[in-house]
C-alpha cells in the first residue's frame, strides 16, 4: 500500500536538522572549558583544529546526502513499508556520524580504526540511499507518476558506493591516506560515463 511521503520527508529533514545540530555541541563545550583554563579567545580557536576541521567535513557529508535524499524523493509520490524502513536505516546512520566525528576530532588522522569508522559510517549512508533510489526507480507504488526516477540517478548512487568501497579498502592497506580517500568522490561523473559505456 503506497501513502503520501510528505509527513516522511518532514520527519527525515527533522532528524537530518538534529544530527546537524548535535555535530557543533563538542565545540560549544570548548569555550568553558578553556575559559576555567584560562586560555585567551584565540586559543579556544587555535587549539582546536582538528574539532573545526571535523565539524566540517561532517557538516558538508550530512548535508551532501540530505542533497541527494531531497533528490531522490522529488521523484517520489508515495512510500511503502519497505521504502520507510530502509529510510529509517539510512536516519540511524546519519544519527550515529557525531559519534565517527567525535573520534576523528581525538584520534590523529592516520589511526587506521578511526578512519574506517568514519568512511565507514559514510559508506552504509550510502547504500542505504543507493536502496532507496532503487526502490524508489523499480516500485511503481512508490514513483511519482508524472516524473519517475530515471536510471541515471540509481547509476550516480552506485557509483558512489563504489568509490567509497574502494576508499575504504585504500585506507584500509593505507591508513596513512587517511580522510583524504574521500576524495574519491569527486571522480563520481567518471565512473557514471563508465556505467553508461558498459551498458549498465
Not at 583554563?37 to 587549539?47: L, P, T
Not at 536505516?89 to 592516520?110: C, H, K, N, Q, R
Not at 574506517?116 to 559510517?121: D, Q, R, S, V
Not at 584500509?172 to 565512473?191: I, N, R, T
Request: glycine share 6%; proline share 6%.
Amino acid at each position: 500500500m503506497s501513502r503520501d511521503p510528505d509527513r516522511l520527508v518532514l520527519f527525515t529533514d527533522a532528524v537530518v536538522a538534529i544530527a546537524v545540530t548535535l555535530l557543533v555541541l563538542p565545540l560549544v563545550e570548548v569555550v568553558p572549558e578553556a575559559v576555567r583554563a584560562h586560555q585567551s579567545s584565540v586559543e579556544v580557536v587555535s587549539g582546536h583544529w582538528a574539532q573545526i576541521g571535523s565539524f566540517v567535513l561532517s557538516f558538508v557529508v550530512i548535508i551532501r546526502l540530505w542533497f541527494v535524499h531531497h533528490r531522490v524523493f522529488e521523484h517520489v509520490g508515495g512510500y511503502t513499508r519497505a521504502l520507510m524502513l530502509v529510510n529509517a536505516g539510512w536516519l540511524l546512520a546519519i544519527v550515529v556520524l557525531p559519534f565517527p566525528t567525535e573520534m576523528a576530532a581525538s584520534y590523529p588522522g592516520d589511526d587506521r580504526f578511526t578512519v574506517m569508522l568514519y568512511i565507514g559510517n559514510i559508506l552504509v549512508a550510502c547504500v542505504l540511499q543507493t536502496v532507496l533510489t532503487a526502490i524508489s526507480y523499480r516500485d511503481p507504488d512508490v514513483a511519482l507518476e508524472s516524473d519517475p526516477p530515471s536510471i541515471e540517478s540509481v547509476r550516480g548512487a552506485l557509483s558512489n558506493v563504489a568509490l567509497l568501497a574502494v576508499g575504504l579498502a585504500v585506507v584500509a592497506v593505507l591508513p596513512g591516506v587517511s580522510y583524504f580517500a574521500l576524495l574519491l568522490l569527486f571522480l563520481q561523473a567518471p565512473v557514471d560515463r563508465l556505467w553508461r559505456l558498459v551498458g549498465v
